[in-house]
């Protein structure tokens, strides 16, 4: 029988080694994110995996902005599936719009006189959403353009981001590193809607059948397919369902705040995903409860110092 280890800190202790002490621990929320790090460690670390980072929440807006460029560029993600709104705060961010630190207790309605829009205590002025109009518009004349052919929506956020000049944004960073990035929920966003309006003035044809197309390609090349999901929703669920191609991902990490017990798929342990065929019998897998923009830095953090070091250092 193996006994529960007393955390013991120390100062000057790095985010790995306390990561370490979690996992001598290896019970309760200590213990899972401890496991979730060595299942990132297996996937970053071995060149079989391809990986999907899946993104829903404020993930761009709430600070995680540039760790997203970094894995991008250190070439740990190979795809990205994420809700609509991260793609607009990072269009948003690219374009020099920048959201502001506020509070949970502003005045809602002294807020919107001021042209002011609030998610949880980030303010975000309405210039920035005029401005991601205006370059919405610029990118669907230019594939008016150069072409009368039905676009995938990947197709679309890989023609946004050869348009910024913003080195760490998302799109910048993906497009240059050859990773689709899908948004299967894009209408449900303020980019969605400013492709409708759009549509309205000028003919577009966007068939989001196509990104399936590209999904399934990018399953099948896929010796091991691996996820970082933070958040719920339609990015989990669009990663995991895909994932069915294949019998499943070999192995995948989620931060989330939902509950099990309504039976959405947000809450689900990743463990329910094997009945549905969407993770693998033997897959290996870790649900951290928890706020992701606190969770995941210190978890990619710990990931990188194990990385760095020699294969039987701890």
């Not at 902005?65 to 269009?91: C, P, Q």
């Amino acid at each position: 029988m193996k006994y529960v280890k007393q955390m013991v800190i120390s100062t000057h202790m790095s985010v790995g080694q306390i990561v370490n002490e979690m996992s001598e621990s290896g019970v309760l929320g200590a213990g899972r994110l401890a496991r979730a790090v060595d299942i990132m460690v297996e996937i970053f670390k071995k060149s079989e995996y391809s990986t999907f980072l899946c993104l829903a929440g404020p993930m761009v807006p709430g600070g995680l902005r540039e760790i997203f460029h970094l894995l991008i560029e250190k070439g740990y993600v190979d795809a990205i599936v994420t809700s609509g709104a991260n793609i607009v705060h990072d269009i948003i961010e690219a374009l020099g719009y920048k959201g502001e630190k506020g509070n949970f207790s502003e005045d809602d309605i002294k807020l919107r006189r001021n042209g002011i829009g609030r998610a949880g205590d980030i303010f975000f002025e309405q210039e920035g959403f005029q401005a991601l109009e205006k370059k919405v518009y610029e990118v669907c004349d230019s594939l008016i353009v150069e072409e009368n052919r039905e676009v995938a929506v990947y197709e679309l956020l890989q023609v946004i981001g050869k348009s910024l000049d913003d080195e760490k944004s998302l799109l910048k960073s993906a497009l240059k590193r050859g990773v689709p990035v899908f948004s299967p929920a894009i209408m449900d966003s303020m980019l969605g809607l400013h492709i409708w309006t759009y549509s309205q003035l000028k003919k577009i044809r966007i068939n989001p059948v196509l990104d399936l197309n590209r999904m399934a390609d990018f399953i099948f090349e896929s010796e091991k397919l691996g996820a970082i999901i933070l958040g719920g929703g339609v990015p989990k669920h669009f990663a995991l369902a895909g994932s069915i191609l294949r019998e499943g991902v070999d192995a995948a990490v989620q931060i989330i705040m939902d509950r099990p017990e309504s039976g959405s798929l947000s809450g689900a342990e990743l463990e329910e995903a094997i009945s549905w065929k969407k993770a693998r019998t033997e897959s290996k897998l870790a649900t951290v409860i928890g706020d992701a923009t606190i969770i995941f830095p210190i978890m990619v953090a710990a990931v990188f110092e194990k990385l760095s070091k020699p294969k039987n250092q701890n």
